[in-house]
């Protein structure tokens, strides 16, 4: 039967491997299993099989696909330039398509549309808030329990979106803030953070009413036409903005793709966004934010996949937090996967964990307890199993708590 | 009891894979051929390697062992079914031995795994094939792997001092030790380089090399390909091994730089890497002489790479090459042979003529300190008659370099690819005493059949007498 949706992966994306292997030992899943059906040469051979009418969209084929983290550090050293996450997702929408478990039409109602739904958001935060306050994790299914103790305290506080902010420096712009599905009601001080160093470079911040969730989570499960929809709404929502900013390295690392998802409108919009940490560590170099003089010591770095694979951003995060005097501290030269990598690690629990494991060993060597991390699901991933010795924390947030104490006072600028 | 069910037994489900898909994936290697194969088995110790081989041998199937897959002459590729042995699972540093300068590995360990685990003790593993990265020590003994960096170091088989090896009958052998000179026949050096046809080696002990206390890396920019390719003269004339002598054309640069943004110089006709390792007054005075040379030969710009930042750029740029090409065409073949240095300049020439008489793209990325030529083909498979054309081009050029003096095969082995050229090379009383080896190894040619040797190299497969002293 082949591919049936306009989504497949093509001949033409695919004639781009040629099959050289460089990719394998960046696997992480190859690296667990050495199995050539678990790297990303042997899964670009099995889109190929199918297109090539060799294999079907079959079990085999579902398993060899879903087994992958997306987390792209293929795509990063391929020298033949292979789009690894573009076919990845091209290969999950047929597989959605002509795979629909139970399991897979559930998500692409959560994924799809329960997270562009902020009244769905909220109430699952509710309670989740209260099952996070009375400590009863043992209502969750055992999948979610880990992850779930990696979240942050879930305190009542107010969202950003629909807010703006004027700068508190010289005039330099207006940029657009990314709310985000769950940045907004569980990680608001990382927004916070951003938002108040965006204003102190001079910066007028908005956050669109009109925005939703980017829908990076629904293309990687496959759910197209609700990654398209959702796509399509921010880039409306998003019109006429000149930098676009998005805090978590998933919805930065999907914006930027949105050519794809939303057509010449949406390539426009992608050519404007960027990663927070990008934007500070530029602002820092310019001059227009401060470095601290006061050493913090050592902070481990990690650098989630859709940062520095799919964005190829590396030195940015590491900028920042020299700017905020502490030591960055690498734990990882190849950057693998810590195995959150969105969904997977409720999906996959297994591996998810056996990886995540890895990435805190490698925390724990390095000596620190400071860890920074630009994304949400490796932080809770990196929370849960670390323990509350470590103090895990987005770069901006580390650089801002050191802002605010160079000004010597609790930031006034800040409306709340 | 089936095959399948008795690999099942000894390994378990996971690590044996028979689905069509997996069996699929597994056909082929980084090459262009795709074979056939029967079931995958992925053990993880020696032992499990011996019995995989009995139950192949009480089936009467061929074993084709496999590392990474990243070789191109289809070494590891099925021709005719088979158990796949993929060694990936045995992946284990047994033990480094500092002291010693060596270390006992398994054969799935990753080259490069292998020298960053070194690191802490000042040493590496001296060979560096481009797929270092990604290659085994096993598929690196199996063909008898070059580099870069072979120039000055030598291959793979100079960095072997032991092997454990499963034979024919399931039985291990171990030949070589920590001894600097092991008595009795030396059959490492048979067994290197043998591409999987007499036996599977299980560990190997290889020497690790003290790292360098300094290095200078230069880039030397050339307006035409001759002039690049005089300077490699030259500078071997000049008396200089250097550790590494590498050219590019300008294509090749063109896709590296595309992907790497490393400021490569894209207009140039052809680019040196060329670098120098030891004492630093050793060094500049060996950089200055390539540099001397180069600028001899109309050099547009040298350019000397700052730091190991650069460095390690440079040099990922170059391995990367390979890979690299995919953004010229959907498929490329290349050719692994080697000329003398002395006659680089002509040879080069002809590559590109052979290219312009079959239609065909030519890139070409090679070691040329030791004259080993990797001139890659573009083409598209899906093409009608294009893997033809690109075959006739291919068997055209080996013929070249052979004629130049050269031989077939630098460091990619012989495998499938290079098989029916071997007469090209050798006589039929080198082919007859290399058949024999095999014979004696594996009587029942289980082990990679139809690899290296052609048919008919046994001389009484023409019903003639064996030659007198032909071997032993």
């Known amino acids: 039967m082949g591919y049936v949706t306009a989504e497949a992966p093509t001949r033409v994306e695919l004639a781009t491997c040629v099959q050289c292997g460089l990719c394998l030992p960046h696997c992480p899943t190859f690296r667990l299993t050495g199995l050539e059906t678990a790297s990303p040469r042997g899964r670009l051979m099995a889109m190929s099989a199918v297109l090539e009418g060799f294999a079907e969209v079959d079990d085999v084929f579902v398993e060899i696909i879903d087994f992958c983290l997306g987390c792209r550090a293929c795509e990063a050293v391929c020298p033949g330039l292979t789009p690894y996450g573009r076919v990845l997702e091209g290969a999950r929408a047929e597989i959605a398509t002509q795979h629909p478990t139970p399991s897979r039409r559930l998500r692409r109602w959560v994924l799809g549309r329960a997270l562009a739904t902020r009244g769905f958001v909220s109430a699952a935060t509710a309670v989740a808030a209260v099952v996070q306050r009375l400590g009863a994790t043992w209502i969750l299914p055992a999948a979610v329990r880990r992850s779930f103790t990696g979240l942050r305290p879930l305190a009542g506080r107010e969202r950003w979106i629909g807010r703006s902010a004027e700068p508190v420096a010289d005039p330099l712009g207006t940029a657009a803030l990314l709310a985000g599905c769950v940045m907004d009601p569980w990680f608001s001080s990382v927004h916070e953070a951003t938002v108040g160093l965006l204003r102190r470079a001079g910066y007028r911040v908005v956050v669109p009413e009109a925005q939703t969730c980017c829908g990076a989570l629904a293309a990687h499960d496959g759910h197209a036409s609700e990654a398209r929809r959702m796509a399509r709404r921010n880039v409306a929502a998003f019109a006429g903005f000149d930098l676009i900013v998005a805090d978590a390295a998933g919805c930065s690392a999907h914006l930027k793709e949105y050519g794809h998802w939303a057509g010449d409108v949406g390539g426009a919009m992608a050519e404007r966004v960027r990663d927070v940490t990008e934007v500070v560590a530029e602002l820092i170099a310019d001059g227009r934010l401060p470095r601290s003089e006061l050493p913090r010591g050592p902070v481990a770095v990690q650098d989630p996949c859709h940062l520095r694979h799919a964005q190829r951003v590396v030195e940015a995060p590491r900028t920042i937090l020299r700017a905020a005097g502490y030591e960055p501290v690498e734990i990882d030269q190849d950057a693998m996967c810590c195995g959150a990598a969105g969904t997977y690690a409720i999906l996959r629990p297994d591996t998810s964990l056996e990886l995540g494991r890895r990435k805190a060993d490698q925390v724990r060597a390095a000596g620190s307890t400071v860890v920074a991390s630009a994304n949400p699901g490796c932080e809770m991933q990196l929370r849960s199993l670390l323990g509350p010795a470590y103090r895990v924390a987005h770069p901006v947030e580390l650089y801002w708590e050191a802002v605010v104490e160079m000004a010597g006072r609790v930031p006034a600028e800040v409306d709340r | ?472």
């Open chain 2, 1 to 472: 009891m089936s095959l399948q069910t008795d690999l099942i037994g000894l390994l378990g489900t996971d690590r044996v894979l028979a689905s069509g898909l997996d069996r699929y994936l597994y056909g082929k290697d980084a090459g262009v051929y795709r074979g056939e194969v029967t079931v995958v088995a992925l053990p993880e110790t020696t032992e499990e390697v011996a019995e995989i081989v009995r139950i192949a041998a009480r089936h009467g199937v061929p074993v084709v062992p496999r590392g990474a897959g990243t070789g191109l002459a289809g070494g590891a590729v099925p021709l005719g079914g088979g158990v796949v042995v993929a060694t990936t699972r045995m992946n284990q540093i047994f033990e480094i031995d500092a002291a010693n300068r060596c270390a006992w590995v398994g054969p799935g360990v990753i080259n490069l795994d292998l020298s960053r685990a070194a690191e802490p003790y000042g040493l590496h593993f001296a060979p560096d094939p481009s797929s270092q990265s990604a290659c085994t020590i096993g598929g690196n003994v199996a063909n008898n792997s070059g580099g870069p960096h072979c120039l000055a170091e030598g291959s793979t088989v100079n960095h072997v001092l032991g092997l454990e090896v499963v034979l024919a009958d399931g039985d291990v052998l171990v030949v070589g030790g920590k001894a600097p000179d092991p008595i009795g026949l030396d059959l490492r050096g048979i067994l290197v380089g043998s591409e999987g046809t007499l036996g599977i080696v299980t560990k190997a002990l290889v020497r690790l090399t003290p790292n360098p206390p300094d290095v200078r890396t230069l880039l030397i920019t050339f307006d035409s390909v001759e002039d690049a390719a005089a300077t490699v003269s030259g500078v071997i004339a000049a008396g200089l091994v250097p550790a590494a002598l590498e050219m590019m054309d300008q294509r090749m640069t063109q896709a590296v730089e595309n992907w790497l943004g490393a400021g490569l110089p894209t207009d140039a006709a052809a680019i040196l890497l060329a670098e120098v390792t030891g004492d630093t007054p050793a060094v500049e005075a060996e950089a200055d002489v390539i540099r001397a040379v180069a600028t001899e030969h109309r050099a547009r710009e040298i350019r000397l790479a700052r730091d190991e930042a650069e460095r390690a750029l440079l040099w990922k740029g170059r391995k990367s090459a390979f890979g690299a090409v995919a953004q010229a065409a959907p498929d490329y073949y290349l050719h692994d042979t080697v000329v003398p240095r002395t006659k680089l300049v002509e040879t080069m020439r002809e590559v590109y003529e052979i290219g312009e008489r079959y239609g065909l793209t030519m890139m070409n990325v090679f070691h040329a300190g030791d004259g080993n030529l990797h001139p890659l083909m573009m083409f598209d498979a899906s093409e009608p008659g294009a893997l033809e054309r690109v075959h006739a081009a291919a068997d055209e050029l080996v013929e070249l370099c052979v004629r130049n003096g050269g031989v077939l095969s630098g460091e990619h082995g012989i495998g499938k690819e290079k098989r029916d050229l071997m007469h090209l090379m050798f006589t039929p009383v080198d082919l007859d005493a290399q058949a024999r080896i095999k014979e004696a190894f594996d009587p029942e040619g289980r082990f990679n059949p139809e690899k290296v040797l052609p048919a008919g190299s046994r001389c009484f497969d023409f019903g003639r007498p064996i030659p007198e002293g032909a071997w032993i």
